[in-house]
């Protein structure tokens, strides 16, 4: 549980990455689906949406139960806000902010992604 | 700062907080709150709801933490014994002072025990708490091991007593009530209808005794049974007492202030005490020398408290409290209105009743039959909300005053009107004193689109429910006449229903989300609209999930059922529960090489439990190495065919009941539907399949198979209905052919079979058109598409373990060979279980 809770942190800005890890190929990660990638001892959820060519990352827990399921959801937007739904209970996160859209959980943690040479890198601050 | 302390943590106490944080400020006010029960305020009124779920949390008015983010200091546990009116303070049974400047008493009442020989006795018990429903149910287990007959009483015919027979009931007790009146009650019901209703309670099993005084309770130490006069008893072996409240209003007569006769604390339309810096509210509060058991009123009290309080001294209580109510109790829909009975000289009564179908309808009119003064709906109250209105806002009544409960005879439109013609005055939430003006206003201003945001916005219908159809109604007139279409729409992606959506999906022969996104949809799509589409997509080209995995459900897309700790669980087929015992063990050893819980299932398979997803590939390469196949229990599919052994082994058996199990749950299986399916075959009307609690359901009888559709069990548990009788296993197919695909084509998402009937125009006897006479002339179309679907049919696990390129979704990491080490698991019984959840 405790490892849970360190990976947990407010969203930050990409111009305060310290570290860019690259974590798979881009042909690795499903279209308009998610994926799980280790870092440390951290799990964060990413996310390709092919029709727009955006892409996201955010931790894998869902703050509800705090089960490590965020990665295996659905991806959609809600007027325009790309969101993720927990595949546990449908609770909704905006991918640009965190915030919960259809209650009022803690929002969730939100990492900037990259893409180089095919590969996709997240931004971590540590 | 200003204390406010409140004395009663119940639905009103309750209320009083959730109005006052919305309109005073943190800075100016603390709010203090004693409860004396463990948990925080709870729904009472659905009290009966926590035997079917167990579940205190889901009845909670707000969690604890509600009160935390509002500032509000909760203390539980915790009773206040003295108010020291001169130094404004309260002390607590546990010596604790707090000091106020202004108290709110709320403490509600205590229900009425009444002086009889014996009541102390074991067995006997009140109806009020959610700790009395536990010791209620830990005594009737004890009884129910010994004696799996045993009976249980409920003193008290009224509203509350009809909820406790209804518990007792579900405890598996027979159910007894005992009522001193001459009719059920006796509030709200006049003779002829309190008949109706016990007509219809009896039917359902439940003992109705009136005119019964009780004298003495039998019995040693515990309960054996009632004494009502000599040579008239009643054996039981539980009582329940609900005869009735009492005001708790100890704390006010201590300190001295003004109480009536009877009890209950006196208030004025401000609802202050005798002390005006004490206030009382709910049931405890004597106002008009009355106390009121009714939320609504409690709730308004909350309102002028919360009012006064904060200044706003306009807002006073209002003279005439309307005790109308509508309830559903045990299933029967039962409501009365204004003056329900009416002396002969203000009016004349129109009736109703039929009791053949358990209805009794009575509207009381003024001598000119003008104005509605009161009426009693039993059986169906479908029209009570409009009727309701017309009454508090004294509308003119139709010419012909009857067809307001005999629906007009001749052709066209409602005699109500339009819910739009009310007044803007007119209150439509009572609960929430939400008027039809406030709603129609938060529409018209654009602040809200649509009845979920006027519901978020407004208050409307979050009380007791009842006035949502009246809601909607208005939301929905209102936006047409700003010229703003309404229609039932998947979601904001889409601006279809799933029967329109489905039909373009078809007509276009659109094959991926993308393409029907192109073709008819906006955005990137969400939870609600990517497997609806999938489904469709099942339901026409019987896609297997493997597709396009990333637009199913959760569990749909890994072809397992996600657990509470992510982990899945493992369902093989095992068509009509049929088994040899050769696969049998292979179960035992996948289990046992996976370590997984095992446990039978009520659809007569076996589920295995915890399975990682990283192992998913592997188990069922095991399966399916063994001759097994994906059992679905994950889609909103078929799932089984349960059956009883049939005439092959038993000796009563009429058919061959485990064969046609084993053909029909070949012939649907990986059938996906709106929502999932069950089936059930029975070799006989013993039923031992329990065909008729599925959505279809075949029975064997002299002559043939006798077909069941549209039942289940689940949270509203419905019988299925006869569709056909004596028919032959080729008829039966035929007919179940159409009826699924017909469902398949024209529910709403997530819509069972019963909803679905319930929905359907015409309702049985349509459905007996469409299949059986084929009067929509659909029928060999829906055949041929059946055996479409039937042809089509893969394995989709099979798909994925002779596909390499379809396991990659099977493993927690992208990047890594490494399993989620947050899952942990707990012995329990020689298995394992998830560590509970820490949270929440």
């Given amino acids: 549980m405790d490892t849970i809770l360190t990976g947990l942190q407010p969203a930050f800005q990409p111009d305060h990455v310290k570290v860019w890890f690259k974590a798979a190929k881009v042909s690795d990660f499903p279209k308009n689906g998610g994926a799980c990638v280790k870092y440390k001892n951290k799990q964060v959820a990413v996310y390709y949406f092919e029709r727009k060519d955006q892409w996201y990352a955010c931790q894998n827990a869902c703050p509800h139960k705090l089960e490590m399921v965020l990665s295996r959801g659905m991806i959609g937007d809600d007027k325009g806000i790309p969101k993720i739904a927990c595949p546990m209970h449908k609770k909704t996160f905006s991918l640009v902010t965190g915030e919960n859209l259809n209650g009022d959980l803690d929002a969730i943690s939100i990492y900037p992604v990259k893409i180089e040479d095919n590969f996709v890198y997240i931004g971590f601050s540590e | ?840």
């Fill in chain 2, 1 to 840: 700062m200003k204390t406010v302390v409140v004395v009663g943590n119940g639905m009103v106490g309750y209320k009083f907080c959730e109005k006052f944080v919305a309109k005073a400020s943190k800075e100016a006010f603390k709010l203090i709150v004693f409860g004396e029960e463990p948990r925080p305020a709870y729904d009472r009124v659905h009290l009966s709801e926590f035997f079917q779920n167990q579940d205190a949390k889901a009845l909670e008015m707000a969690p604890r933490e509600w009160y935390a983010e509002h500032g509000i200091e909760l203390i539980t546990n915790a009773r206040v014994s003295d108010i020291h009116r001169n130094s404004k303070t309260i002390t607590t049974t546990a010596d604790a002072t707090y000091t106020y400047d202004y108290l709110v008493l709320a403490t509600g009442s205590l229900p009425f025990v009444p002086p009889i020989e014996g009541v102390e006795k074991e067995g006997v018990f009140v109806y009020r708490t959610i700790e009395d429903l536990e010791h209620m149910m830990a005594y009737a287990n004890k009884l129910k091991a010994v004696n799996p007959d045993a009976k249980a009483a409920v003193l008290g015919g009224g509203l509350l007593g009809l909820e406790a027979a209804k518990a007792v009931m579900d405890m598996g007790l027979e159910p007894h009530v005992v009522e001193f009146a001459q009719k059920l009650m006796p509030r709200q019901l006049d003779i002829r209808s309190s008949k109706v209703l016990q007509v219809k309670l009896e039917s359902l099993g439940i003992n109705i005794h009136l005119n019964k005084a009780t004298n003495q309770i039998l019995g040693d130490t515990a309960i054996t049974g009632m004494e009502f006069g000599e040579d008239d008893t009643l054996d039981v072996d539980m009582l329940v007492i609900s005869a009735g409240i009492r005001p708790r209003d100890d704390l006010g007569k201590t300190c001295g202030l003004d109480m009536g006769v009877r009890g209950g604390i006196t208030v004025n339309n401000k609802m202050q005490t005798s002390d005006p810096e004490i206030y009382a509210i709910g049931e405890v509060a004597l106002y008009n020398h009355m106390i009121y058991g009714l939320v609504a009123p409690g709730y308004e009290m909350a309102e002028v408290a919360v009012s006064q309080i904060l200044g706003e001294t306009e807002v006073l209580m209002s003279e005439d409290i309307d005790m109308s109510t509508k309830l559903k109790l045990i299933g029967v829909d039962v409501a009365s209105f204004g003056e329900p009975f009416m002396p002969v000289e203000k009016g004349h009564s129109i009736l109703f009743e039929n009791k053949t179908k358990y209805l009794y309808k009575r509207i009381n009119v003024s001598h000119d039959g003008k104005t509605l003064l009161g009426g009693i709906l039993v059986g169906d109250a479908s029209d009570y909300n409009i009727l309701h209105q017309m009454y508090l806002n004294g509308i003119p009544l139709p010419e012909n005053a009857e067809d307001l409960i005999l629906g007009t005879r001749a052709d066209g439109g409602s005699v109500f009107g339009s819910a739009m013609d009310l007044p803007d005055t007119a209150q439509i939430c009572s609960c929430e004193s939400v008027s039809k003006g406030a709603i129609c206003e938060v529409v018209k201003s654009g602040e809200c689109n649509s009845v979920n945001d006027v519901i978020s916005c407004t208050k409307a219908g979050t009380g007791c429910g009842g006035c949502k159809p009246m809601v909607s109604d208005l939301v929905n007139e209102t936006l047409k006449s700003l010229g703003k279409v309404v229609k039932e729409t998947i979601c904001e992606h889409f601006e279809y229903t799933r029967q329109e959506l489905f039909g373009i999906i078809k007509v276009k022969k659109l094959q991926t989300f993308n393409e029907v996104l192109d073709a008819c949809g906006a955005g990137d799509g969400c939870e609600t609209c990517k497997p609806l589409v999938a489904s469709i997509f099942a339901s026409l080209y019987n896609d297997t999930a493997n597709k396009e995995d990333v637009i199913q459900d959760s569990n749909d897309k890994f072809l397992a059922n996600i657990q509470r700790n992510g982990t899945y669980s493992v369902v093989p087929r095992i068509p009509g529960g049929e088994i040899t015992p050769q696969k049998l063990m292979v179960l035992g050893q996948v289990g046992e090489k996976y370590n997984l819980y095992t446990k039978i299932t009520g659809g007569q398979r076996i589920d295995l439990f915890g399975a990682q997803l990283n192992d998913l590939p592997a188990i069922w390469k095991d399966l399916i190495d063994a001759g097994f196949e994906s059992g679905h229990a994950y889609g909103k599919s078929l799932r089984t065919v349960k059956s009883c052994v049939g005439s092959t082994w038993c000796r009563y058996g009429m058919d061959e009941s485990v064969s046609f199990a084993i053909d029909l749950e070949n012939r649907y299986k990986g059938l996906r539907s709106p929502h999932k399916i069950k089936g059930g075959v029975s070799g006989c009307i013993r039923e031992c399949a329990e065909a008729r609690g599925k959505d279809f359901g075949v029975i064997a009888v002299e002559g043939g198979w006798n077909l069941y559709v549209c039942g289940n069990g689940g949270a509203t548990p419905k019988h299925a209905v006869l569709l056909a009788e004596q028919i032959d296993n080729e008829t039966c197919i035929k007919y179940l052919d159409r009826f699924l695909m017909y469902y398949i084509r024209t529910a709403a998402p997530l819509m069972r079979t019963a909803a679905w009937l319930e929905k359907l125009e015409g309702g049985i006897e349509q459905l007996k058109a469409i299949v059986i006479d084929d009067s929509l002339n659909l029928a060999e179309e829906l055949e041929h598409d059946m055996q479409g679907l039937v042809d089509a049919y893969e394995c989709e696990w099979k798909q994925v373990i002779e596909r390499e390129e379809l396991q990659s979704r099977f493993k927690h990491f992208i990047n890594s060979e490494d399993r989620d080490d947050n899952i942990v698991f707990v012995p329990m019984r020689d298995q394992i279980m998830p560590e509970p959840w820490s949270t929440n």
